[in-house]
């Protein structure tokens, strides 16, 4: 069993949510739709999440960003 938990976020774009009841102490979620309202035919991604390991330690070292050989920083113009 899960909840549904339903979110829009504007323009257009709705997400829901299902997250496990019954093991309060890991609550995962189990469910992402993503619809997207404002486009043609309204598509939607879907992910299911299951197989879950918590017993995964990664390191810091695992969350560093490595570009790759070659690549170009591209400097970003500040928002009006």
């Known amino acids: ?6 979110f829009k ?15 309060a102490d890991h ?5 992402l739709i993503v619809t ?7 598509p939607s991604f879907i992910a299911e999440f299951s197989d879950w390991n918590l017993t995964v330690q ?3 070292a695992e969350f560093v960003f490595a570009p790759p050989e070659g690549a170009k920083k591209v400097e970003l113009k500040p928002a009006k």
Not at 1 to 6: A, D, I, N, Q
Not at 36 to 42: A, I, K
């Open 27 to 31: 609550a995962l979620p189990r469910r």
């Open 1 to 6: 069993p899960c909840s549904h938990l339903f």
């Open 9 to 23: 976020q504007p323009p257009d774009i709705e997400l829901e949510l299902w997250v496990e009841k019954e093991k």
């Open 58 to 60: 990664p390191t810091d």
């Open 36 to 42: 997207y309202r404002s486009l043609p035919d309204q």
